[in-house]
């Protein structure tokens, strides 16, 4: 079952860099930005990662913690984080559970054998758990500005209306 916009994001507690775990729970009041992606050390993907962590000074004044997602170790995570100098932690999803949970697992066939790939989304959770936003099968190296713009117009406009 994948969740949608309005449902409450069950509880989890996931392994991330810096010897922490990622326990939604314990992140109430603050909005989530869960921001999934393939693979450590792709273009797409550094390029992605690369433009969230630029940008996370921008996403912190709206409240809003980030994390990256993918299915790689935890070793992996680190060695991405430390190369990319990232102001945020890294999620290791090796046991597919977030990427269960988000439905963005998607069965593709890859040199004759079927295989699930993971498809670059993003969620935003509310500072009470709900799913407030869901952008899915995004583009790399747009979906950080257009995410932004997004952001600032609802602010922009919660604050003015």
């Known amino acids: 079952m994948m969740l949608e916009v309005g449902q409450i994001v069950p509880d989890f507690v996931v392994p991330a860099t ?3 775990n990622v326990h939604l729970r314990a992140l109430r009041g603050y909005k989530v930005l869960l921001y999934f992606y393939p693979k450590n050390h792709t273009p797409a993907c550094t390029i992605e990662t690369q433009n969230f962590g630029a ?11 980030v994390f990256g997602v993918s299915r790689d170790d935890l070793s992996s995570q680190e060695q991405f984080k430390r190369d990319q100098s990232l102001p945020f932690e890294l999620i290791s999803d090796s046991n597919e559970a977030l990427c ?3 439905g963005v697992l998607r069965e593709k066939e890859m040199f004759g054998r ?3 790939s993971l498809v670059r989304s993003t969620f935003l959770i509310d500072e009470d758990g709900q799913l407030i936003r869901a952008w899915r099968d995004v583009d ?7 995410l932004l713009d997004e952001l600032n117009a609802g ?3 919660r604050r003015t209306g």
Do not use: P
């Open 55 to 65: 940008n996370y000074q921008r996403f912190r004044s709206q409240g809003i913690l």
């Open 155 to 157: 602010y922009n406009s």
């Open 114 to 116: 079927k295989i699930h």
């Open 140 to 146: 790399a190296r747009e979906h950080v500005h257009r």
């Open 18 to 20: 810096n010897n922490k």
């Open 100 to 102: 269960r949970m988000f």
